[in-house]
C-alpha cells in the first residue's frame, strides 16, 4: 500500500513542480547557432603536385586529374572550416577560367562562385558579413624569383603589381580587398615560396606548405591525401582561432601600379584620363578604395588577352 501511495504520489508531485517552474520559468527555447560565414578562395598553382601547365589548363594532359585534387583540397578546407563551426561557406573558383572546380563533389550547404567577369574577382561574393576568409591553392608574386608559377594575377601581361608603393601577391591584393569589408585572412596553402612571401607581408597565419618549389616548373610535393589532411587540420583550427587575426587594411586613397610585359599595353591602357603612365611599360592608377581598385584591375585582366603584342 505504502509503494502504491508512493508510486501515485511521486508523479502528482512531480507534475505540479513542473507547473509551478513553467509558471515561473517558461523553458528555454532550443538553443540556434550564431551563423558564422567564411569565404574560401581557391587557385590552382598552389595544390600539391602542380608544376606546370599540364596540369593546369583545360586541354592539358593532366588537368582532369588535377582539378580533381584542387577540389578535394577545396572541400578538405570547407570540411576544416564547417568543424569549427561554420554554418555558411563560399567557395570562389578563382584558378584560369573560373570553372575547374568538380561543383558536384561539395557538401550540399556549399555556394560556389564560378567564370568571369565578375566583381571582387577571386573575392566574388565576399561582404562584411563573413568572419574569415581562407586562401587554397595560392602562388607566389610575379615579382618573387623563386615559387611554382609564380606570377600576378596574369602570367601572360603583368610583370609587376603594386599597392601603395609595395609589389603584392594575388594574396596581399585580395587581403587588403577583404581587409577594406573587416574581413581577416586566416589561413593560406601553397609552395613553401608562397607562404613565405605571403606571411611575411601579412603576418603569421595557419597555413599548410603543399610543397617545396625548385624552380618555376618544378616541386618536391607531398601526395595529394596528405596534403588535403593537412589542409582540413589548418582550416579547422584557423577558423576555430579566426579572433587572433585582424583585417589587413590598406591606406585610402590606393594606388595600384602594374607593369605590362607588352609597351602598347601600356601606351593604350595610358589612354584613360584616370591612368598615369609612369615608364614605357608601366601606369597608375589611384582608386578611391580596394573595390574600386580591384574593378580596375578586372578591366584590364580580362581585355588584357586582346591587347597587342
Ligand atoms: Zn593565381
Excluded at 4 to 9: P, S
Excluded at 12 to 20: I, K, P, R, Y
Aim: net charge negative; charged share 20%.
Amino acid at each position: 500500500m505504502r509503494e502504491f501511495r508512493l508510486r501515485f504520489a511521486l508523479p502528482v508531485l512531480a507534475g505540479a513542480l513542473w507547473l509551478t517552474m513553467s509558471q515561473a520559468a517558461p523553458a528555454a527555447p532550443a538553443k540556434i547557432a550564431a551563423p558564422l560565414k567564411i569565404y574560401i578562395s581557391v587557385d590552382m598553382e598552389g595544390v600539391a603536385g602542380v608544376v606546370t601547365g599540364d596540369q593546369l589548363i583545360p586541354g592539358g594532359f593532366e588537368y582532369e586529374r588535377f582539378r580533381r585534387f584542387m577540389t578535394d583540397e577545396a572541400v578538405a578546407a570547407v570540411r576544416g572550416a564547417q568543424a569549427a563551426g561554420a554554418t555558411e561557406v563560399v567557395v570562389s573558383d578563382s584558378h584560369g577560367n573560373g570553372e575547374s572546380l568538380l561543383i558536384e563533389l561539395f557538401p550540399k550547404d556549399v555556394r560556389i562562385v564560378r567564370s568571369w567577369p565578375r566583381h571582387g574577382e577571386m573575392m566574388a561574393g565576399l561582404d562584411s558579413s563573413f568572419a574569415a576568409a581562407l586562401f587554397v591553392g595560392y602562388h607566389a608574386s610575379t615579382t618573387n624569383p623563386k615559387g611554382v608559377r609564380a606570377h600576378t594575377i596574369s602570367s601572360a601581361h603583368f610583370t609587376r603589381v603594386g599597392l601603395n608603393g609595395a609589389a603584392v601577391t594575388e594574396a596581399e591584393l585580395n587581403a587588403a580587398y577583404a581587409g577594406a569589408l573587416g574581413v581577416p585572412v586566416v589561413f593560406i596553402s601553397g609552395d613553401d615560396a608562397a607562404i613565405n612571401e605571403v606571411t611575411g607581408r601579412l603576418g603569421n597565419m595557419e597555413s599548410v606548405v603543399t610543397k617545396k618549389s625548385l624552380g618555376f616548373h618544378s616541386a618536391e610535393t607531398l601526395t595529394p591525401a596528405v596534403s588535403c589532411e593537412k589542409i582540413y587540420q589548418g582550416a579547422l583550427s584557423a577558423v576555430s582561432h579566426r579572433d587572433q587575426r585582424k583585417p589587413y587594411v590598406v591606406s585610402t586613397p590606393v594606388t595600384l601600379d602594374i607593369s605590362f610585359k607588352s609597351y602598347t599595353s601600356a601606351e593604350i591602357v595610358s589612354y584613360l584620363h584616370s591612368v598615369e603612365r609612369t615608364d614605357a611599360h608601366s601606369i597608375r592608377f589611384v582608386g578611391h578604395d580596394m573595390a574600386e581598385v580591384m574593378d580596375f584591375i578586372v578591366f584590364l585582366d580580362y581585355y588584357s588577352p586582346e591587347m597587342a603584342p
